[in-house]
């Protein structure tokens, strides 16, 4: 299997602009997480999926956060507008539900200017 | 509230010396504990997890940890440290049925030759 795996790996963008970070989960979990991770707040859980519904998003920091999961195989987690706070390594994880263990991602680093 | 906390923000060792990074957590029930590896550029990898049972748990890496209710702690050790083990460290607690994982802040090792 080839892991999680999420893209861009790199993301350059101005403030105010539409970003979309995409995710594709290891085949079979059924639970799949977005987590932030910075300096000064370390890494935070924004929102999780269980079968494509979202359960718990109280992570998320503000309306213009937003994720979906149309099918069990894909993730967006979009930030419109963005802005130079945002700026940060964003993590989808899935998890193999038999054992609680999450598979993680290579993250894509964001920068917004 | 469940949180977890990593006392030491860096910290350096000689190639072939023993380590050990401390964690400690808070959490009202049995906890399931983790530690998790990011090397520089990666994802999060998982050394190794306690769920139950005997108190030692052994990892990948050669990397182990002990779970001590009393101490609230699950510290990680290895007994010579590679170069190669340079990384961030991150201790995570969760709930046994939950979906949700708390991060400690992470701790980096650097390895001096």
């Known amino acids: 299997d080839a892991g999680v795996i999420q893209s861009p790996r790199h993301e350059v963008t101005e403030m105010g602009q539409e970003v979309t970070l995409r995710c594709k989960p290891i085949?079979?979990?059924?639970?799949l997480f977005w987590y932030r991770q910075t300096m000064m707040r370390g890494l935070e859980l924004l929102i999780y999926?269980?079968?494509?519904?979202?359960?718990?998003d109280s992570g998320m920091p503000e309306d213009r956060f937003s994720a979906k999961m149309p099918n069990a195989s894909f993730s967006t987690l979009k930030i419109q507008p963005s802005e130079p706070r945002d700026s940060a390594v964003y993590f989808c994880?899935?998890?193999?539900?038999?054992?609680?263990?999450?598979?993680f991602g290579s993250g894509t680093q964001l920068s917004v200017l | 509230a469940q949180s977890v906390t990593q006392p030491d923000i860096h910290i350096t060792v000689s190639e072939g010396a023993s380590l050990e990074l401390r964690c400690n957590y808070s959490?009202?029930?049995?906890?399931?504990l983790f530690w998790y590896v990011q090397s520089p550029g990666q994802g999060l990898q998982l050394l190794l997890k306690?769920?139950?049972?005997?108190?030692l748990v052994q990892g990948i890496k050669g990397f182990e940890a002990e779970f001590k209710r009393s101490q609230s702690s699950f510290n990680l050790r290895k007994p010579s440290v590679h170069w190669s083990d340079a990384a961030e460290y991150f201790c995570?607690?969760?709930?046994?049925?939950?979906?949700?994982?708390?991060f400690g802040g992470g701790t980096r090792l650097m390895v001096k030759p």
């Open positions: 994880a899935s998890r193999d539900s038999r054992n609680e263990k999450l598979f």
């Open positions: 085949s079979g979990h059924n639970s």
């Open positions: 999926f269980n079968n494509n519904v979202p359960i718990d």
């Open positions: 959490y009202g029930a049995t906890p399931y």
């Open positions: 306690y769920f139950s049972g005997d108190t």
């Open positions: 995570a607690v969760g709930a046994r049925a939950g979906n949700m994982l708390t």
